[in-house]
């Protein structure tokens, strides 16, 4: 059994196909070799391997990566590295591997069903759930973007040795929706060649500071291989999780995989498109884990165990590796700069993209995708130049914002994960592509384990935060109404079989 691409939703309204928003348009598609062939075997047997093809659907996931790249996640490496040295390793490399294991089952989602998870979160759940769902994934989004301009703005006030104030680099950093559209006018492939470089600076530019401050190799090796978890690390070890897994990257992911021609009438080549991408995928995440093994490398070598370890941030991280290590051939802290400058502009492109996706799954909107994207930008890029002119001075205050943005995507992921899970779960949605006993067991034990840790960071942070009986009776209240609209998320995606099974009958007595 294949699976469908326009169920009925209960309210008995069937979309029509060219009334709706997709992800990509049947000419921006990417062919793959062999689609339209015949298969001599049989529509169920998956083609042999071929390196050519594998090149062909090598993209999506390197898109999808970027997110493990951003500026959040480099503070949260840094900070991990000065204040646990290189203890944390082993968990960076098991959040990762959790990580990745999310967003094949969202590259699953969109591969097997030709929708993504906003499109499909509309079609399945009442319109008022999921427009609370689409509400939480833009501010999910806008914290992460506050985040990841901020991240570009304070590189390029380095570069520019103090010449632009945070706000023009806010200002300059906003143009990259611009050079979106431009690139997706030339087509997928010119736009993921140009993430590639982006991940390539980045990893050129970190690899460097790895060679510059000489981590200790004993050491980093014990720290990927041996689990050491001590309660003076509790708080990094939670952002090093925390930071992984991003709520708009899950819908994002979801829809860049749409981006390959796929024939869905065969059902070996929709596993021969699983098999690509996970392939893909997992190399991606590598290559990120490595990154960020630099990253937290550098910082534990260069400051574990001294008195700064706990004030380092991305406003003072480089000059701080100047004071350390000087200029050298060239000066560390510009090429921390350069790091931190292509980690920014990528992820905020994305972010760009994955903004388009959610608003036009969520709302089934069909408008150019300028305007969509012009939209989708100056949702964040409005607030982002309020605190660059705000927190300009301070980087005290700016490590309050960041505090807060981390809480507030903390308590968007389970809006992202519970539908993800549920609907890759549910045969009417998967056809025969839906996830085993055993994987559906693992799956929801890592979302678990992912919500009770950022749980653990919304509750000392509340906890720290929180004063005075109104503030404190407003935040119970919130408490309550979230975890009741979780514990609704699971319910509703429980049930839906049930459902699906009854609307037949209902609609067979509604003929009668």
């Not at 790249?69 to 490399?93: F, K, T, V």
């Not at 010449?163 to 979106?180: K, N, Y």
């Not at 992911?253 to 024939?263: A, C, F, G, N």
């Not at 021969?272 to 893909?280: G, Q």
Request: aromatic share 10%; glycine share 8%; proline share 4%.
């Amino acid at each position: 059994m294949l699976p469908h691409s326009n169920m009925p939703r209960e309210d008995n309204q069937v979309p029509l196909l060219s009334d709706q928003d997709v992800a990509y348009e049947s000419g921006e598609k990417v062919h793959i070799l062999g689609i339209n062939e015949p298969d001599e075997e049989g529509s169920s047997v998956v083609p042999p391997f071929s390196w050519k093809k594998l090149w062909l659907f090598t993209g999506p996931g390197f898109l999808m990566s970027i997110a493990f790249l951003d500026p959040g996640n480099l503070e949260g490496d840094l900070q991990a590295g000065a204040i646990a040295g290189y203890s944390l390793l082993w968990l960076l490399m098991w959040a990762t591997a959790m990580g990745l294991l999310v967003q094949l089952l969202s590259a699953r989602l969109g591969v097997t069903t030709g929708r993504h998870l906003a499109e499909l979160c509309r079609e399945e759940y009442p319109t008022w759930v999921s427009m609370v769902l689409w509400v939480m994934a833009e501010l999910a989004l806008i914290g992460a973007d506050i985040q990841e301009v901020i991240g570009s703005a304070i590189a390029i006030k380095i570069l520019s040795n103090g010449i632009l104030p945070l706000w023009a680099g806010v200002v300059v950093t906003a143009s990259d929706c611009f050079i979106l559209l431009f690139l997706e006018n030339y087509g997928v492939r010119k736009l993921e060649a140009f993430f590639a470089v982006l991940i390539a600076t980045m990893a050129v530019s970190f690899a460097w500071m790895f060679g510059e401050t000489k981590p200790t190799g004993t050491e980093l090796l014990l720290g990927v291989l041996i689990p050491k978890l001590s309660s003076k690390t509790i708080k990094q070890a939670v952002g090093v999780v925390g930071c992984i897994i991003m709520p708009h990257n899950v819908f994002l992911h979801s829809s860049l995989v749409q981006s390959r021609e796929i024939d869905y009438s065969k059902k070996g080549r929709v596993q021969e498109a699983l098999n690509y991408y996970s392939i893909e995928s997992t190399v991606a995440l590598i290559i990120s884990f490595i990154i960020n093994l630099f990253v937290m490398s550098v910082f534990a070598k260069a400051f574990y165990g001294t008195e700064i370890a706990s004030s380092i941030g991305l406003v003072n991280a480089g000059q701080y590796l100047q004071e350390k290590y000087g200029g050298g051939l060239f000066p560390i802290l510009y090429i921390w700069s350069i790091g931190l400058l292509a980690a920014g502009q990528s992820s905020t492109i994305t972010g760009t993209y994955a903004g388009q996706f959610i608003m036009g799954g969520f709302l089934n909107l069909r408008m150019k995708k300028w305007l969509r994207a012009l939209i989708t930008r100056s949702c964040a890029i409005i607030p982002t130049i309020v605190v660059a002119l705000v927190f300009d001075t301070s980087e005290a205050a700016l490590d309050v914002l960041n505090e807060w943005l981390n809480v507030l995507q903390s308590i968007q992921i389970p809006f992202a994960l519970i539908p993800l899970l549920c609907l890759v779960s549910k045969e009417q949605i998967m056809g025969t592509f839906k996830i085993g006993p055993a994987l559906k067991i693992v799956a929801w034990l890592v979302a678990a384990l992912v919500i009770v840790i950022n749980g653990y960071l919304l509750l000392d942070f509340f906890s720290s935060e929180v004063t005075g009986v109104i503030f404190t009776t407003v935040v119970c209240a919130f408490t309550g109404a979230y975890l009741a609209f979780i514990v609704y998320l699971v319910y509703w995606g429980f049930t839906l079989s049930a459902r699906r099974q009854m609307l037949p009958a209902k609609l067979a007595q509604g003929m009668e």
